[in-house]
């Protein structure tokens, strides 16, 4: 998907499970304060967005922090699902 206006861009709620994986994580806030500045600006560059491997899926991660990583979907031109939430070195 490429980026029409990369700004205001809306995040889906998370699922349940992805919600319990940042609290047993001690995450939540690193979490919060990512997604808020991807909402104003998907190609920050602390957020480190980027599209995955194999590259014709369309699946795209940006950094929580320097070992997680969430996982996201476009549903829209200007909006995401995040789907998983990882350690990025695991």
């Given at each position: 998907?490429?980026?029409?206006?990369?700004?205001?861009?809306?995040?889906?709620?998370?699922r349940l499970d992805l919600i319990k994986y940042?609290?047993?994580?001690?995450?939540?806030?690193?979490?919060?304060?990512?997604?808020?500045?991807?909402?104003?600006?998907?190609?920050?560059?602390?957020?480190?967005?980027?599209?995955?491997?194999?590259k014709h899926i369309k699946i795209y991660s940006?950094?929580?922090?320097?070992?997680?990583?969430?996982?996201?979907?476009?549903?829209?031109?200007?909006?995401?699902e995040i789907i998983d939430i990882n350690d990025?070195?695991?």
């Amino acid at each position: 998907m490429v980026w029409q206006n990369p700004q205001n861009m809306s995040v889906k709620p998370l699922r349940l499970d992805l919600i319990k994986y940042l609290k047993k994580h001690n995450i939540q806030k690193k979490y919060d304060k990512q997604v808020n500045l991807f909402q104003l600006s998907p190609r920050h560059p602390s957020l480190n967005t980027e599209r995955l491997e194999p590259k014709h899926i369309k699946i795209y991660s940006f950094r929580i922090d320097r070992k997680y990583r969430a996982i996201f979907i476009f549903t829209s031109s200007k909006e995401i699902e995040i789907i998983d939430i990882n350690d990025h070195y695991k």
